[in-house]
């Protein structure tokens, strides 16, 4: 069945740790994701990648790496110098155009101790 | 202040109750998306309209574009409904923004 694919479910991180979290989907969509999540507040974009070897900035990038080197894969990379890591990480993609369904994984909590 | 706003943030309801949420937003845009937040938080999309009404089983979502508001409802709820309900914008530009989200609990 066609979908995404977040790994892992659960992450717990020590401080001054890089850590990764995987997203892949077989949906054939161009563009890709990364959303954070925190209580009381909407979604708010970290990075988006339309295109294979291309992406952008959201709104709450800093501390945060991506990669897109493969259309179905984009992993996001939470370095040490994210200042408050610990949240529930979403990914998505679309096909590129604004009138079409975007679909979500099932997200990653990371958790820094 | 959050360019989509969602009310209530949270509503409990008995089982068999109609149950509406609204959403309003501040700027044009090409489409509006509800979503449902299960409690292990994955998140589904529920609808994606442009204009007008859209149905799908006990679930109805509206928008009014001249009102900038869409509003979902809920028909004969029941528990396992209790998700939160998270409305989405996207603009002309495939941004996207996304309101706090409503939690819904249903009682038996």
């Known amino acids: 069945d066609g979908g995404i694919t977040q790994s892992p479910k659960y992450l717990f991180r020590k401080e001054g740790q890089n850590v990764t979290l995987s997203c892949e989907q077989n949906?054939?969509?161009?563009?890709m994701y990364w959303y954070r999540q925190d209580p009381g507040q909407g979604l708010r974009l970290i990075y988006y990648?339309?295109?294979?070897?291309?992406?952008q900035k959201g709104d709450i990038a800093e501390g945060y790496s991506v990669s897109r080197e493969k259309k179905e894969s984009f992993p996001l990379t939470v370095t040490s110098a994210q200042k408050n890591p610990t949240a529930f990480y979403l990914c998505a993609s679309s096909i590129l155009y604004a009138g079409n369904t975007i679909y979500f994984g099932e997200g990653s909590w990371l958790t820094v101790v | 202040k959050n360019e989509v706003e969602q009310s209530p943030q949270n509503l409990t309801a008995q089982e068999g109750e109609f149950i509406t949420i609204n959403c309003s937003y501040s700027v044009g845009i090409s489409a509006l998306h509800w979503l449902q937040q299960h409690p292990g938080g994955g998140i589904v999309s529920l609808f994606m309209l442009s204009s007008g009404k859209k149905k799908h089983g006990r679930l109805i979502a509206t928008i009014n574009i001249q009102e900038k508001h869409s509003s979902l409802h809920i028909t004969a709820s029941h528990p396992r409904d209790s998700a939160v309900y998270i409305c989405?914008?996207?603009?002309?530009?495939?941004?996207?923004?996304f309101g706090a989200g409503t939690r819904l609990t249903v009682k038996p």
């Open positions: 990648s339309q295109i294979v070897n291309d992406f």
């Open positions: 989405a914008v996207r603009y002309r530009n495939n941004d996207m923004r």
């Open positions: 949906l054939n969509h161009d563009a």
